[in-house]
């Protein structure tokens, strides 16, 4: 069964560094997204991607975040500068159609990030 | 915007016991309803979900889930649960035409032999 792969599954950084998550999304799959869960607290909307650019970001998704399809195949987050508070649980998801249609998300196993 | 409230977050209860994890969401338009399931180590599945059509819905595993659309509630419910049902369950909503899922905090399951 084709499934969402992302690396790494643990990353532990230092304040102010800049991270990347990978992301290897469903193949036919068209649209894409980050959620993050920080311990204890909800699963929150980050980020959808469709067609190249971002369709939906959240409140959360500032100048810090950005995303990037850099070869057609991976989906990436980058966070510039880390901060405490950017320590979560980041999911990528992929879906064939819209989620606001009819499509279901497929998600990945997430990445665990340490910001100390 | 959408926002979901699970209550009993920790649930714990015998083999063959039945199971009713409660959703409610606040939106007043048309939504999309999901359970999502995450077995420990593993990643978040889709457990079952309502589009339209019959408010009953059947989902894998044996679960099921029902859509009241004047109380906002999309219970989960299984009659006689396993050791194997041991996971956090995830109610989601989306409004129709809108990517965004919100997601509620999760009820984590523990079933004991």
């Known amino acids: 069964e084709p499934e969402v792969t992302q690396t790494p599954s643990h990353q532990v950084t230092q304040m102010g560094q800049e991270v990347i998550l990978r992301c290897v999304p469903i193949?036919?799959?068209?649209?894409f997204y980050w959620y993050r869960q920080i311990l204890g607290q909800k699963v929150e909307f980050l980020v959808s991607f469709y067609n190249n650019e971002i369709s939906e970001k959240s409140e959360i998704f500032d100048d810090q975040f950005s995303v990037e399809r850099p070869d057609g195949s991976n989906f990436t987050l980058k966070i510039r500068s880390t901060k405490l508070e950017d320590s979560a649980m980041y999911f990528c998801?992929?879906?064939?159609?819209?989620?606001?249609?009819?499509?279901?998300?497929?998600f990945g196993e997430g990445s665990r990030l340490t910001v100390l | 915007a959408q926002s979901v409230s699970q209550h009993n977050h920790h649930v714990i209860l015998s083999e063959a016991a039945s199971l009713e994890l409660g959703c409610n969401y606040s939106?007043?338009?048309?939504?999309?309803l999901f359970w999502y399931v995450q077995y420990p180590g593993q990643h978040l599945q889709l457990l079952l979900k309502y589009f339209s059509g019959d408010p009953l819905v059947k989902g894998i595993k044996g679960f099921e889930a029902e859509f009241i659309k004047s109380k906002f509630s999309f219970n989960l419910r299984k009659p006689s649960v396993q050791w194997s049902d041991t996971a956090e369950y995830f109610c989601?909503?989306?409004?129709?035409?809108?990517?965004?899922?919100?997601f509620g905090k999760g009820n984590q399951v523990v079933v004991i032999p």
């Open positions: 193949s036919n799959h068209l649209y």
């Open positions: 939106y007043g338009g048309t939504v999309n």
């Open positions: 989601a909503v989306n409004a129709k035409g809108n990517n965004r899922l919100a």
């Open positions: 998801a992929s879906s064939e159609a819209l989620a606001g249609a009819t499509g279901e998300l497929f």
